[in-house]
């Protein structure tokens, strides 16, 4: 039976302090490419409201070049707490992206410098800056200055093996005036893949006097509970377990305030969820939101019988009507007795 310790329970009883903000919620959905748009943290938030939601990652370089802001910095007024995510490697520009992020709405706003995506990389964005220390700070530095909320960063523990270099980089960004630090326990080496170390966010920790966050293979609520446990951060982000599945923020944050698990949703329950969020994307971007939509369609559709193959008709659709049709005679057949089956391809690559 899953249990809070006590201390662990003691340590996470008070709101989650960023600088002078703060969260009544120690479970923060992560941004996510292509995935945390509003209509899907509008979803996350049914189920996590106090949580901290985070826009897609902004570039910063293209910010400065338009004259209005793109779709996916686009907040809602009453979904707080917010943080607007943004990249690049130019000190001046991000602390531009960053004035235009406060006004709209961003509570806190977080530097990307964990991106491992090789068209971040390149241009000196995401883990890159990892190799240039000197260039974080001074992001770090200037945007700080040139806003008046928190500014976090978000980050890998390394380059590769040979570079594991996020305790020295850690204290950097504190000392220049991050509010906090979201460590991922993986190197850009390691994509997505093998496991995440979370004994080096654990190191951090001991490090650091602003709040650590754990990232990476938090999956479920048992393994949120145990990266705490072992590591001592502050809190967790809940990244590709949310993928088809919007209510893990909810249920790690539901346990760590009561000490109880919620019952997970059934295929029919996530089968509604898939419905709701292909209609509501259609409704916000149109034929786009539609295209869009085909990845989370397929990432709802595990945990009963013909699901591999629903995942393949949906990943198809060419209009919303489409999809509705195939999730609704999906959920007809369910809700008509057919036996749900273990569904053991469960965890998607992000794209």
Same mark, same amino acid.
């Given at each position: 039976m899953l249990t809070l310790s006590p201390s662990l329970k003691a340590r996470l009883s008070q709101p989650l302090k960023i600088g002078s903000f703060e969260v009544n919620s120690r479970v923060l959905q992560s941004p996510l490419s292509g995935v945390t748009d509003m209509v899907f943290r509008r979803l996350v938030r049914r189920y996590a409201p106090e949580s901290m939601m985070y826009t897609e990652m902004v570039n910063a370089t293209g910010l400065h070049y338009v004259k209005e802001l793109p779709k996916i910095m686009e907040v809602d007024p009453n979904e707080r707490p917010i943080s607007i995510q943004l990249f690049d490697c130019r000190p001046d520009f991000l602390a531009e992206a960053a004035v235009k992020a406060v006004a709209e709405g961003a509570d806190t706003?977080?530097?990307?410098? $964990?991106c491992p995506?090789?068209?971040i990389t390149k241009n000196g964005g995401g883990s890159s800056l990892l190799r240039q220390p000197e260039v974080?700070?001074?992001?770090?530095r200037e945007v700080v200055k040139a806003v008046d909320v928190p500014v976090t960063?978000? &980050?890998r523990i390394g380059w590769n093996d040979k570079e594991i270099t996020i305790l020295d980089f850690a204290k950097r960004m504190e000392d220049a005036g991050a509010k906090m630090i979201t460590v991922h326990g993986r190197t850009r080496a390691q994509g997505y893949n093998g496991h995440a170390r979370w004994e080096w966010i654990a190191r951090v920790k001991e490090v650091l006097s602003i709040p650590v966050i754990g990232n990476g293979d938090i999956f479920s609520v048992e393994a949120a509970v145990k990266c705490l446990e072992q590591t001592g951060a502050d809190g967790v982000m809940c990244s590709r377990g &949310? #993928? $088809?599945y919007p209510f893990l923020v909810g249920e790690v944050d539901y346990f760590l305030k009561t000490g109880e698990l919620l019952p997970p949703p059934t295929p029919i329950q996530r089968l509604e969820c898939a419905r709701e969020h292909l209609q509501a994307l259609w409704e916000y971007k149109g034929d786009r939101g539609v295209r869009q939509a085909r990845k989370h369609m397929t990432w709802y559709a595990k945990g009963f019988v013909g699901a591999a193959d629903l995942r393949g008709q949906l990943s198809l659709v060419e209009t919303v009507n489409q999809g509705l049709d195939l999730i609704d005679r999906?959920?007809?057949?369910?809700?008509? $007795?057919?036996? #749900?089956?273990v569904d053991t391809e469960s965890n998607f690559a992000l794209i």
């Open positions: 706003v977080d530097i990307n410098m $964990g995506v090789n068209k974080a700070e001074a992001i770090m960063v978000k &980050t &949310t #993928l $088809g999906a959920i007809e057949k369910l809700a008509n $007795g057919y036996e #749900l089956e």
